[in-house]
């Protein structure tokens, strides 16, 4: 069995696409990627920040002191158009005439004459900002606050007055009671909770992609080349020849997940030290090499499993190609349990801590949140290396049928 993984580990390590999937992707690529996606939002941020919006106000003349402020402010410009209803309204902004429109009510009193404040009129008068608000990085409601909540102060300020009302007891009648937000919860763990369904995904997938290709190749691969029945006609039991071939697609499926460990840990150091990011060394500093240790030990059980299937399948495979199309129904079927633990609700308790793949991902969140109880990390793990052990016991019975090898 060790004669034939020591084959077969190094006819892929000269392998480059397996070098590449196993090493280069994580360690360089995916960095890379990121840091073009950062670059891209945070040039879109700035882009949305300083540009100027057209914007048209109906009723204008209602409150003049405020159509003034807008009309100084650098970001907005008045686009000068007619507009009698809420139908021309939204198909001005549908047609880009303007970036937003402004509607003050028909019955608004002028800034002169301030609102009277009785018992008998106590409904606030309603204003309607039309904006298309479908866009995720969308700063019109932001920019106009900057207009708005002044000219709201000043109204404030005289009915105040009116009342014979200061600011601090106006703020007591508001608010009688103020409810301060305490969070409990530490800076590791609100890390543990935003990255915690992103960075499980990520190293599962990446242990399923460095098990697909070696698998294609040592399964698929041998069948195409012709070299399968020379392995079958050597002094060695069938068993021990696909369990040699099941510890080599392991082995690459672990290094995949450690090698996308040292990664993220290399560069969250460059980060914290270079740009200066406190926060980043001190998270990193939190969670500890134990803990990424930790990670990578419930991995093994899931590079097991995926490891097992890829390889089952690329037997069954008739060539290569063959094989690279059964390994989209393999993508999809990682893709669900991971997809689940991110969804709200799912938590690492009852049914889900022995649900395949999911608690595993649930698990790697709480380590990086800190909250994982150490004592339950045993059952997670012996539950998935029962899974695993089935997967392998497929695979090697699925491995001794002449009906899957010479298909």
Not at 17 to 43: D, Q, S, Y
Not at 130 to 157: G, H
Not at 208 to 235: F, N, S, V
Not at 387 to 393: H, N, R
């Amino acid at each position: 069995m060790w004669q034939v993984y020591r084959k077969e580990l190094l006819e892929l390590v000269r392998d480059r696409k397996t070098l590449f999937f196993m090493i280069a992707l994580p360690l360089i690529v995916f960095p890379i990627i990121f840091g073009i996606m950062g670059l891209v939002v945070a040039n879109v941020a700035i882009d949305e920040k300083i540009k100027v919006l057209n914007y048209a106000v109906v009723n204008g003349d209602r409150a003049p002191k405020f159509t003034e402020a807008m009309f100084y402010h650098r970001d907005f410009k008045l686009t000068e158009i007619n507009l009698s209803n809420e139908q021309e309204i939204r198909n001005a902004i549908l047609q880009q005439q303007v970036d937003f429109v402004i509607q003050i009510n028909d019955d608004y009193q002028a800034d002169s004459n301030v609102p009277s404040v009785d018992n008998s009129n106590l409904k606030a008068p309603t204003w309607q900002l039309f904006f298309n608000n479908s866009s995720q990085i969308n700063s019109v409601r932001q920019k106009i606050e900057k207009v708005f909540t002044p000219y709201l102060a000043q109204i404030r300020e005289r009915q105040l007055a009116q009342l014979s009302l200061s600011e601090q007891q106006y703020q007591l009648l508001a608010k009688p009671v103020v409810l301060k937000v305490v969070n409990t919860a530490d800076e590791r763990e609100n890390f543990g909770e935003q990255v915690g369904g992103f960075l499980p995904y990520l190293l599962i997938m990446l242990c399923l992609t460095g098990a697909m290709y070696p698998a294609i190749d040592i399964g698929a691969g041998e069948k195409e080349r012709g070299t399968l029945e020379t392995l079958l006609l050597t002094p060695i039991s069938r068993t021990a020849l696909v369990m040699g071939k099941f510890f080599t697609v392991m082995t690459t499926s672990a290094i995949s997940a450690l090698v996308t460990i040292s990664s993220l840990v290399f560069w969250g150091y460059i980060v914290g030290k270079v740009f200066q990011v406190d926060a980043v060394g001190r998270i990193l500093a939190s969670v500890g090499g134990f803990d990424f240790v930790l990670m990578l030990f419930m991995l093994i059980p899931v590079a097991a499993i995926f490891a097992a299937l890829a390889l089952a399948i690329s037997i069954y495979a008739r060539s290569f190609k063959e094989g690279q199309n059964y390994m989209s129904a393999l993508s999809m079927l990682g893709f669900v349990p991971v997809m689940m633990a991110m969804l709200p609700g799912i938590e690492l308790k009852g049914t889900w801590a022995y649900v395949p793949v999911t608690n595993v991902a649930l698990a790697i969140k709480e380590i990086l949140k800190g909250t994982i109880e150490y004592s339950a990390m045993f059952g997670i793990f012996i539950s998935s290396l029962v899974f695993a052990v089935i997967a392998v016991g497929f695979c090697v019975h699925w491995f001794k049928k002449e009906s899957v090898l010479f298909r």
